[in-house]
């Protein structure tokens, strides 16, 4: 046994850990080829199931098949996998911030299932966020299993979300791109590289086995100068709809969870709703891929009034599945409720100015596509790349750039923080590397605290003190109780000076008559923020830290600028 | 001591016998408990390499209304002031980050109140993957309160094993109870586990504080389980052998803590323990 072990170590250590750079590439790869194939698992049984329930759509009870659907996934996340409910991608975004990219491995199938269930009774919700939440979950554990660091964890849940978003829309640079933007937040070579191989390996394995999968067809637009204003009004547009969008999905999934009922009853409520909906609008059940082909090819058939409700319905309908006990994501609803907007704005223009000589329809539900996507996330490269490529419009990407970038913009203006980092920046616990909070929440108080300090007795006279600081080096020294060893004060070698210089004083003053009680304390269990502003607060160069009214150590601030410098040019440094 | 062990309360009977070990515990090695009331059925422990969801079952949010009070009255009747511990992140809404800043954890045999796992024999999975990933020692409780009058290392000689051992005289230190020591001879003589001791510079320490090493052929297994104080606290570790060999020959800690009634200290692969 121990031989092998040997045999194992050299050629693990030797080879395989020749090189990080090599290994986060092997590791990325395979990564990406996990996730691709989670996510092609996911769209294949989509639409099997979705091509068998399709017969009876039309019947009277069908709407209560998303109720059916939802109530089954709340019951599986909460009883089963035990996991919340939602599209899960905060949690990555939360892991990766803060626990070095940290995720269960439960979380590698158990969104996948659940928003299954969800998306394919007619949930109207997309499967691209669980494909990131599984392939994310996928990176970590090949992580954990190589025992790597949290850095090179963190790139490797970038390369699972990477690989699962090229291989569900076939677009691998949309995979690479939304990975470092939206997910891990810094663009360094160290993280570019294996990503991008996991993308291609994820889209790879897409099309081996889905060689005919094309999400959109190609459709030739000609834009021209005389679309540049149309573009500007509709990233307008896109962006006040991208907000509308992010705070009903916030507002309709704030009433579920004030209501008392149990998830699989919100389930239950909020399944029946959509349903009820889908029968006289089908295209808010499911993710509508179909329906965005039809706008993109110019053959969608619904009039001007009609697409304004669509848009709303499709928006409450998301709402009412993400925040009633649902799951899925909201990537296919923000493309279709984009493309919407887009063909909404296109009639209403052509109404107003039938011969104003702009581009067709199509190329207007793929501005109104990559202007929902860059609002509600954000995220304007991920939504100008993941419109390029699923829709192959390239001779578009100039008033894509255009209105991506004024809708991030202008919904970034009206609403700070995206709709995956919103609850996450509420909570403070949003932290991209490198900055103030990660950093001070990365250094561990055991590291900062100063425990070789002298505690003295309250009942100690101030002679035998004068002895114990001549053999020491600190100002601080902590006052204690006899019996209970309890911390009484602290004394300060500044505000003793006084007795020092009467000797007279020496045997009749007691350390309890001059230490300092009213000194404010840190905890253990504060965290390093609050104790620095305490510090600040309260002008203090260092500061006692008592627990369980035990004298533990002494936090100085100038102790803390050393750890907070080596951690900054650890967590920036560019390998 | 100023060490702290972090304690989820259960407000069942059964929840307050491991209460009673463990501010017993506390107690007598002069650490002092933390409580955590919890408030979901799930929480996550984040370890350096894993993050374990710990998964409760009902009877822990039993009447969440009398829950804090009970603790109080039973923290008060120990003469211990109550300290609660409440998460102050969150994984998802519904699933709280327990830290693991804690030096030690109270942990049933199992984390579920179905009476064929509270008894001896069962120990839960999720309790099993919180020894291995722990970066501090895990407090299995006996299944009803029982008091420790000393305590008993399991030494083989393996680097989970000196790990006990430092334990063992860590708690001796700061209990003054008496420490014994068991090893089972295996393949080496009983000179080995002495020079293994010597080798860590411990001798000194274990000639101080260790009443007694008793020692035991390789089939005296049963005997020494036997003849281990019944009401003495079992330091051991665990899991610190491959998985290959835990897979082909089971782990020791499985079948000690199946057969012996005592309170058990197991010390994981991953925890690190010193003298100070």
Redesign the interface.
């Known amino acids: 046994m121990q031989t092998l072990k040997k045999i194992y170590r050299a050629i693990y250590y030797r080879f395989f850990r020749l090189d990080d750079r090599l290994l986060l590439i092997v590791a990325g790869s395979l990564a990406g080829i996990c996730s691709g194939l989670a996510a092609v698992a996911l769209r294949l049984s989509l639409e099997s199931v979705i091509e068998w329930l399709h017969p009876f759509r039309h019947y009277w009870w069908a709407f209560v098949l998303p109720a059916a659907g939802a109530l089954l996934s709340s019951l599986y996340l909460e009883k089963i996998s035990k996991e919340g409910a939602g599209h899960g991608v905060p949690e990555v975004i939360y892991a990766v911030s803060r626990y070095g990219g940290l995720i269960r491995l439960r979380s590698s199938y158990s969104r996948l299932i659940s928003s299954f269930l969800t998306i394919s009774s007619g949930g109207s919700a997309g499967p691209e966020a669980p494909v990131v939440m599984s392939g994310s979950a996928i990176g970590s554990n090949i992580a954990k299993l190589l025992v790597l660091n949290d850095r090179q964890r963190i790139t490797l849940v970038g390369c699972g979300t990477a690989g699962a978003i090229a291989s569900i829309f076939n677009a691998p640079i949309a995979g690479l791109v939304f990975s470092i933007e939206v997910l891990l937040g810094e663009w360094k070579f160290v993280n570019i590289i294996p990503i991008a191989i996991a993308a291609v390996a994820g889209a790879q394995i897409s099309q081996a086995i889905i060689p005919e999968q094309v999400l959109f067809n190609h459709q030739p637009f000609n834009t021209m100068a005389a679309d540049i204003l149309p573009c500007l009004c509709l990233a307008v547009l896109t962006a006040f709809t991208s907000v509308f969008f992010t705070k009903s999905l916030r507002k309709i999934g704030g009433f579920a969870k004030k209501s008392r009922l149990p998830l699989w009853g919100r389930a239950i409520i909020g399944g029946c709703l959509v349903g009820a909906i889908g029968i006289h609008m089908p295209l808010v059940l499911g993710e509508g891929y179909h329906f965005i082909q039809t706008m993109i090819s110019g053959s969608f058939s619904m009039g001007l009034f009609l697409t304004f409700v669509a848009i709303f319905a499709k928006i409450f309908a998301t709402a009412m599945t993400l925040g009633w006990g649902g799951s899925g994501g909201i990537f296919a609803p923000c493309l279709l409720i984009g493309s919407l907007t887009g063909v909404a704005f296109h009639k209403t223009l052509f109404f107003l100015l039938p011969s104003a000589g702009i581009a067709r329809e199509g190329a207007y539900a793929l501005l109104g596509m990559t202007g929902l996507i860059s609002g509600v996330m954000q995220a304007p490269l991920t939504g100008i790349f993941l419109i390029v490529e699923i829709t192959g419009g390239y001779e578009t990407i100039l008033p894509l750039i255009l209105v991506s970038s004024i809708s991030a913009t202008m919904s970034h203006y009206i609403e700070p923080a995206s709709f995956y980092l919103k609850d996450l920046i509420e909570k403070g616990q949003f932290m991209r590397p490198g900055t103030d909070a990660r950093i001070l929440s990365d250094l561990s108080l055991n590291e900062i605290i100063d425990t070789h300090y002298t505690k003295v007795s309250e009942n100690m006279v101030f002679r035998d003190f004068i002895e114990i600081i001549k053999l020491s080096h600190h100002n601080f020294f902590p006052v204690i109780e006899d019996k209970t060893g309890a911390y009484q004060g602290i004394i300060h070698i500044r505000t003793i000076r006084k007795y020092v210089l009467e000797p007279g004083m020496y045997d009749m003053v007691f350390l309890n008559q001059i230490m300092d009680t009213e000194v404010v304390t840190a905890s253990l269990e504060d965290d390093l923020g609050d104790v620095l502003d305490m510090m600040d607060l309260n002008n203090m160069d260092s500061i006692p830290v008592v627990e369980n009214d035990r004298f533990v150590g002494m936090i100085q601030k100038s102790r803390i600028l050393d750890l907070y410098r080596r951690e900054l040019i650890m967590q920036t440094h560019i390998q | 001591m100023?060490h702290?062990l972090l304690h989820i309360f259960r407000n069942t009977p059964f929840g307050r016998e491991t209460f009673l070990q463990s501010l017993y515990f506390c107690k007598t090695i002069q650490a002092?408990p933390v409580v955590y009331i919890p408030k979901n059925?799930?929480c996550?422990l984040?370890f350096s390499?894993?993050?374990v969801?710990v998964?409760l079952d009902h009877s822990y949010l039993n009447s969440p209304e009398t829950a804090k009070a009970h603790a109080q009255a039973l923290f008060e009747e120990a003469g211990i002031?109550p300290?609660f511990y409440e998460p102050?992140?969150?994984?998802?809404?519904?699933?709280p980050d327990v830290?693991t800043?804690f030096d030690y954890l109270c942990c049933p045999r199992s984390v579920s109140d179905r009476s064929s796992k509270i008894g001896l024999g069962h120990i839960g999975p999720k309790v099993r993957r919180i020894i291995k990933h722990a970066t501090f020692p895990v407090l299995i409780s006996s299944p009803v309160f029982k008091s420790w009058t000393g305590i008993s290392v399991f030494f083989g000689g393996s680097e989970n094993a000196v790990k006990a051992l430092t334990l063992g005289l860590k708690i001796a230190m700061a209990s003054g109870l008496p420490l014994n020591l068991y090893t089972l001879v295996e393949k080496n003589g009983e000179d080995y586990y002495r020079e293994v001791v010597q080798k860590r510079d411990m001798e000194p320490l274990v000639d101080k504080y260790v009443t007694n090493w008793h020692f035991y052929g390789n089939e005296a297994f049963d005997t020494m389980l036997y003849e281990v104080p019944h009401d003495s606290l079992i330091v051991l570790g665990a899991y610190g052998h491959?998985i290959?060999?835990e897979l082909l020959l089971g782990s020791k800690m499985e079948i000690i803590q199946s057969t012996v009634t005592n309170n058990l200290l197991i010390v994981g692969p991953n925890c690190t323990i010193s003298l100070q």
């Open positions: 100023n702290k002092y059925d799930k996550l984040y390499n894993d993050a969801q998964d002031p300290v102050k992140n969150f994984t998802a809404s519904t699933l830290s800043n491959g290959i060999k």
